[in-house]
């Protein structure tokens, strides 16, 4: 059965410090893997994608991820949080050009130490 | 661009009832979605709607769950009647056909079941 997997559920990072967010999938073939932020009481906003090419990825708001095949795993960084950063954090796998169904994550909530 | 429009934003119910939650999606787009995000969780998909037809209900629970996308445009997701274990924020999303971009969430319908 195809899944997402983020392994922590809560993490804390002092402002300023780098932070990184783990995802590991498990899919028949490669996935489209994507990663959302939640605010509270807000939807999902998109930060990058990875379908193909160049296995290191840049998204909005200072974020990259990169996408080890060997390992199955898509874990998002960022050098330096900034205390709007907090929120939760999802990690998405889908198949068919991105446009089926994507498979979830259960979130990672992150709190940003002053 | 306008984004996916939800409403109502919140609603609460008692258990049996029944609820409505409409969404209107981004103009053009033809894939709509409907994810339920029970508290803690991340988003499951419910339905996928390709123009009017649906492409994936596997994950509707069918006995009173019903969704319909009328003309391709709007969409409307009932429950009837509800149960306690319904309470979560029901996401809509939209997407081109094949466009890699991902999809656009609205921000959510939360339903309390009381």
């Known amino acids: 059965a195809q899944s997402v997997t983020q392994p922590d559920i809560h993490i804390t990072v002092s402002e300023g410090a780098s932070l990184e967010l783990r995802c590991n999938y498990s899919y028949g073939a490669t996935p489209y893997l994507f990663w959302y932020v939640q605010s509270p009481g807000q939807g999902l906003q998109l930060l990058l994608k990875?379908?193909?090419?160049?296995?290191l990825v840049q998204g909005i708001k200072g974020f990259e991820a990169e996408f080890k095949r060997s390992q199955s795993s898509f874990n998002l960084r960022k050098p330096s949080v900034h205390w709007s950063d907090a929120a939760e954090y999802f990690c998405a796998a889908g198949s068919g050009g991105g446009a089926d169904g994507l498979t979830f994550g259960k979130g990672t909530h992150l709190i940003i130490q002053p | 661009e306008a984004g996916v429009a939800q409403s109502p934003r919140y609603k609460i119910i008692e258990k049996r009832q029944s609820v409505a939650f409409w969404c209107n999606p981004i103009s053009g787009h033809a894939t709509l979605y409907w994810y339920q995000q029970i508290l803690g969780q991340g988003p499951k998909l419910l339905i996928q709607f390709q123009n009017n037809g649906v492409v994936d209900d596997s994950q509707l629970p069918k006995d009173r769950f019903s969704a319909e996308r009328l003309k391709g445009v709007d969409s409307t997701l009932k429950i009837q009647p509800a149960k306690l274990e319904d309470s979560a924020v029901y996401l809509c999303?939209?997407?081109?056909?094949?466009?890699?971009?991902?999809?656009?969430f609205g921000s959510g319908t939360r339903l309390t079941v009381v």
């Open positions: 990875y379908f193909s090419g160049d296995t």
């Open positions: 999303a939209s997407s081109l056909a094949w466009e890699l971009r991902g999809y656009t």
